[in-house]
């Protein structure tokens, strides 16, 4: 066989991908949260050695890309000979390379080959409850992050490949759920150790020297792949300024110098005195997932791709935030700056990028006690919405926004058993809204009525006040919220509150956007519109007023 044989590379390669995936789904065929094995809030990958992202499973692509950073920090505060065999430490803090909140719980273990670490394979998952001042550990009041949460600072809880009983009792008995989180821990820990072992394999299948080589060339196709895509890109300096929710204005400015992009985030807003933080690293994942859409291939996610891209913070600003800021909410900052981004070079490349879609993970987090066992439940889902149009194209309906990648929404079957809830209705969001030559998707109606008094809401919706953002003349869309209806018939109206009392039969309705549309609502078909019609997508009035549509499905 030859040493670096370009067929051996390729099946290395694929082998790694294969890998990560198989991590994926040990986890979610083993996990006891709903928000794990159901809505796949999780992510896996393997790291090198020095902690450059070799290969992606499926997941979420915010936390995919978060993995690399939390090894980083791994490697920065635990001197390498002091790293073993057996190690897995965990990390969940955003200053401690958690990058995201404290939620998100990630687990790391290093891989051991011939007494070198080889690579590390790594997982993140979102645990239910771990601590803080509210049930679901978010609030979208918190103040500091004392208040989110038990914070895991890069430490090693397992040593030998057993756990360190006091590490871990700590962090278990900090939660309102420890069933559960015990169960997801130990689920991420045979993911892990799965991934080690089949990594293992490969170095000694193949030499470890042909596995390191595969490594660097899959780095190296991945930097290819960026400079290409962005070399598509007219050279110069993009701009662009966005109207928030709460009344301030976002900007972002970007430079493209052949192949290379640079994104210049340094006149953001001081950070927030609320939880909708980003760490440095979280404001990474943002650019790096705008990146990873105009190279458009999924399986060659690794760091070779970000290599080409620079981006520039200011410490102490929204986008890099010091301690002890709040970041339990900082997915909405982390996709309005991925909305932005996206929204900047639609501008520039209109015929490959779809209109504004709404761009929010609409986090709804429910709970209080369950009827039927008597103990402590919470909800905590992300909502699927409408996106936009594109050259072509309607938008998609129902789908979850660009943080959460290969998520599911939580069956009702599964939603009724697990919680004290009852899903009383999912249909799309007949609003109208989103018109162009072709139309936005739509988003959802979702209701929950809660079976306990004294339950509670806390939720964190954007677009909530400035809706999605057409294209080429196609209308805005719609608007993400939360209406609380009661017993009484009365309806209160949120987008970011935190412990609304619900009591027994009090429904909760989530409203999601529909998306922008995409070129003159006046150049849509005949035929499309009559569809539309027949199919409840717009009302005939709106066509009329809109599209100027009288009837007729032809011409």
Same mark, same amino acid.
């Given at each position: ?60 692509? !915010?936390? +995919?890309? =978060? %993995? ?7 490697? *920065? &505060?635990?001197?390498?000979?002091? $790293? ?102 130990? !689920?991420? +820990?045979? =993911? %892990? ?7 293992? *394999? &490969?170095?000694?299948?193949?030499? $470890? ?54 994104i210049d985030l340094t006149k953001a807003p001081k ?170 998707g739509k988003g959802i109606i979702l209701d929950y ?107």
């Amino acid at each position: 066989m030859i040493k670096h044989d370009p067929i051996t590379l390729e099946i290395i390669q694929n082998s790694l991908r294969a890998i990560s995936d198989e991590m994926f789904y040990t986890i979610g065929k083993t996990a006891m949260s709903p928000i794990i094995y159901e809505v796949l809030d999780m992510g896996t990958a393997i790291l090198t050695a020095d902690a450059e992202l070799a290969s992606a499973g499926s997941g979420i692509p !915010a936390f +995919v890309g =978060a %993995l690399d950073k939390s090894v980083a920090k791994v490697l *920065e &505060l635990h001197r390498r000979d002091d $790293i073993k065999d057996g190690d897995i430490f965990a990390t969940n803090d955003p200053y401690f390379g958690g990058v995201t909140h404290l939620n998100d719980m990630v687990l790391l273990k290093p891989v051991f080959f011939k007494e070198n670490i080889i690579a590390w394979t790594a997982n993140i998952a979102h645990w239910n409850d771990v601590s803080g001042k509210s049930p679901g550990s978010m609030s979208v009041d918190a103040t500091e992050i004392f208040q989110e949460g038990i914070r895991v600072p890069a430490i090693r809880i397992f040593s030998n490949d057993e756990p360190i009983s006091g590490v871990v009792d700590m962090i278990v008995c900090n939660s309102r759920m420890p069933d559960f989180l015990k169960g997801d821990m130990w !689920a991420q +820990v045979s =993911a %892990l150790r799965l991934g080690a072992k089949r990594i293992i *394999e &490969l170095a000694e299948k193949y030499g $470890i020297e042909t596995y390191l080589s595969a490594l660097d060339n899959y780095l190296e196709l991945g930097e290819k792949m960026a400079r290409a895509a962005i070399n598509k890109l007219p050279n110069g300096n993009y701009k662009i300024d966005d109207l928030q929710d709460d009344g301030s204005t976002l900007n972002v400015s970007m430079e493209v110098i052949d192949d290379e992009f640079i994104i210049d985030l340094t006149k953001a807003p001081k950070q927030s005195a609320g939880p909708d933080n980003l760490s440095r690293d979280g404001t990474l994942l943002a650019c790096q997932m705008a990146l990873m859409g105009l190279i458009g291939d999924r399986d060659v996610a690794n760091g070779g791709c970000f290599r080409p891209m620079t981006v520039k913070t200011l410490e102490g600003t929204i986008y890099h935030a010091q301690e002890p800021a709040a970041c339990g909410i900082y997915f909405e900052t982390m996709i309005r700056l991925n909305d932005l981004l996206w929204r900047c070079l639609a501008q520039q490349i209109t015929d490959q990028l779809p209109a504004g879609n709404f761009s929010s993970i609409c986090a709804t987090i429910m709970g209080g006690i369950h009827p039927d066992t008597n103990r402590h439940y919470s909800i905590i889902e992300p909502e699927i919405g409408g996106w936009g149009a594109s050259k072509g194209f309607d938008g998609v309906n129902a789908m979850f926004c660009a943080l959460h990648g290969d998520t599911f929404n939580c069956p009702a079957e599964i939603a009724e058993t697990r919680y004290g809830v009852t899903v009383a209705q999912m249909a799309l969001n007949d609003e109208d809204g989103g018109a162009g030559q072709y139309r936005g998707g739509k988003g959802i109606i979702l209701d929950y009525k809660m079976r306990n008094d004294d339950s509670f809401l806390t939720c964190a919706y954007t677009r909530a006040e400035v809706p999605p953002w057409g294209l080429k003349g196609g209308e805005a869309g719609t608007f993400n919220r939360v209406e609380v209806i009661r017993t009484d018939g009365t309806t209160e109206r949120y987008a970011m509150a935190s412990g609304v009392v619900i009591n027994n039969n009090d429904i909760i309705r989530v409203i999601t956007a529909n998306g922008a549309g995409y070129g003159d609502p006046k150049l849509r078909s005949r035929e499309a519109i009559a569809n539309d019609i027949k199919n409840g997508y717009v009302t005939a009035e709106y066509a009329s007023k809109v599209y100027n549509y009288k009837g007729e499905a032809n011409g």
